[in-house]
């Protein structure tokens, strides 16, 4: 499944890219792919509460922090900074605290000046703006490229993690409850703090509702399962690049082809959970021995109505 609408080429070809979704569905796989044939310089997630300070220079307080035309003044001028490639180095500087954190900013500084002198157009992979997805295209001119998980692999990832959600992320932004998710407010007041695969069923069903109403409203949008990716990465990458005004080249294909190979590991090491280099096929169904029946069940009761408007034919076996 992939749905598009093509642009003028002229507009297509210099907006930036925001690879969006929930976390855990694949944006930065989808993001580093983008990236591979050079003509994009990748930075990964502004809107992390944990972000960089050279990388952005704003505070972001909640997961998943919405910007409107409300409260962009909190967010525009750094992200436009973010997008022609300002790097803070001495923000980042005074934050370092250890190795690992002067070579990741080695590596940001890096894409930074590159992205300037190449004249690349800048793609922020940040599944954390799914619900800002909407600004970031009116306001910034962005490209948007949504990424959708079967909603058990979803969970089982994050079982398998042990990563629950703090659904007070949601709750403590008022224009995010009043615009988009007051309708599931008793949902998230009453999931269990315990019941790390309910929160990812509801906060699935949550974001891809979301999702759903962004294809009627944004038909610019391209929305694509990351299930279709796994089965036939070449062909979906060289159709995204297209719509995206990308040559989709040698060396892009060949890490497309290297990423998804059946000798890359059938999955992610805990201790790597970032790490993009999969057996893609194998990937798809770790779900069905990582779940209980039980936990199989209780997602397809949260999940069910909008998991079809995206799975017609979901399996849940």
């Given at each position: 499944m992939f749905w598009s609408i093509i642009l003028s080429e002229n507009a297509n070809s210099h907006a930036p890219i925001l690879v969006t979704g929930a976390h855990r569905s694949g944006t930065t796989?989808?993001?580093?792919?983008?990236?591979a044939g050079g003509q994009a310089a990748y930075i990964s997630e502004p809107l992390n509460v944990l972000h960089r300070p050279g990388v952005f220079g704003a505070p972001t307080q909640h997961w998943y922090t919405y910007i409107c035309a409300e409260n962009e003044a909190d967010f525009?001028?750094?992200?436009?900074?973010?997008?022609?490639?300002?790097?803070?180095?001495?923000?980042?500087?005074?934050?370092l605290r250890s190795r690992k954190d002067a070579l990741?900013?080695?590596?940001?500084?890096?894409?930074?000046?590159?992205?300037?002198?190449?004249?690349?157009?800048?793609?922020?992979?940040?599944?954390?703006?799914?619900?800002?997805?909407?600004?970031?295209?009116?306001?910034?001119?962005?490209?948007?490229?949504?990424?959708?998980?079967?909603?058990?692999?979803?969970?089982?990832s994050l079982k398998r993690l042990s990563w629950?959600?703090?659904?007070?992320?949601l709750l403590s932004q008022p224009l995010l409850m009043k615009h988009l998710l007051e309708p599931f407010r008793a949902e998230i007041e009453a999931v269990s703090p315990d019941d790390t695969v309910g929160q990812?069923?509801?906060?699935?069903?949550?974001?891809?509702?979301?999702v759903d109403e962004y294809h009627c409203q944004h038909p610019e949008?391209?929305?694509?399962?990351?299930?279709?990716?796994?089965?036939?990465?070449?062909?979906?990458?060289?159709?995204?690049?297209?719509?995206?005004?990308?040559?989709?080249?040698?060396?892009?294909?060949?890490?497309?082809?290297?990423?998804?190979?059946?000798?890359?590991?059938?999955?992610?090491?805990?201790?790597?959970?970032?790490?993009?280099?999969l057996d893609s096929r194998a990937n798809l169904a770790h779900w069905k021995s990582r779940l209980t029946?039980?936990?199989?069940?209780?997602?397809?009761?949260?999940?069910?109505?909008?998991?079809?408007?995206?799975?017609?034919?979901?399996?849940?076996?």
């Open positions: 796989w989808v993001g580093k792919m983008l990236a525009l001028p750094a992200l436009r900074q973010t997008l022609n490639f300002h790097y803070h180095t001495w923000d980042e500087i005074q934050s990741r900013m080695v590596r940001d500084w890096s894409t930074f000046l590159a992205g300037r002198l190449g004249r690349k157009r800048p793609l922020l992979k940040d599944p954390f703006a799914i619900f800002s997805a909407p600004w970031f295209s009116k306001r910034l001119g962005s490209r948007v490229v949504i990424t959708v998980r079967h909603p058990a692999a979803f969970a089982s629950p959600f703090q659904f007070n992320d990812a069923a509801l906060l699935w069903k949550i974001i891809y509702h979301t949008f391209i929305i694509l399962r990351h299930e279709d990716l796994s089965l036939n990465p070449l062909e979906s990458f060289s159709d995204l690049y297209r719509d995206l005004c990308f040559h989709f080249n040698t060396r892009a294909q060949q890490t497309v082809l290297e990423s998804s190979s059946a000798d890359n590991p059938r999955e992610v090491s805990t201790d790597a959970v970032h790490a993009y280099r029946q039980d936990e199989i069940r209780h997602i397809a009761r949260i999940t069910a109505e909008t998991s079809a408007r995206f799975y017609p034919d979901i399996d849940w076996e």
